[in-house]
């Protein structure tokens, strides 16, 4: 489980590098503090979905669920 959560921060981080802006600015777009895009960056679990959701959208991210096969 925590290694999928680490993927989600990596994407984004991934995401924010190639569009260029710094994790200050992604905070003010999507609305959540700095210290959140760094959480999340970082992989911690605990982060609130409604926020990642918030900060996917600014990077033109989706987040998917699939059931396992």
């Given at each position: 489980m925590n290694h999928r959560v680490s993927e989600i921060g990596t994407e984004a981080?991934?995401?924010r590098r190639a569009l260029?802006?710094?994790q200050e600015e992604l905070a003010d777009l999507?609305?959540?503090?700095a210290r959140f895009?760094?959480?999340?960056?970082?992989?911690k679990p605990t982060v609130r979905l409604d926020k990642v959701l918030a900060v996917f959208d600014v990077l033109g991210l989706?987040?998917?669920?699939?059931?396992?096969t």
């Amino acid at each position: 489980m925590n290694h999928r959560v680490s993927e989600i921060g990596t994407e984004a981080k991934s995401r924010r590098r190639a569009l260029g802006i710094s994790q200050e600015e992604l905070a003010d777009l999507a609305g959540v503090s700095a210290r959140f895009v760094h959480t999340l960056e970082h992989g911690k679990p605990t982060v609130r979905l409604d926020k990642v959701l918030a900060v996917f959208d600014v990077l033109g991210l989706e987040l998917t669920i699939e059931a396992p096969t």
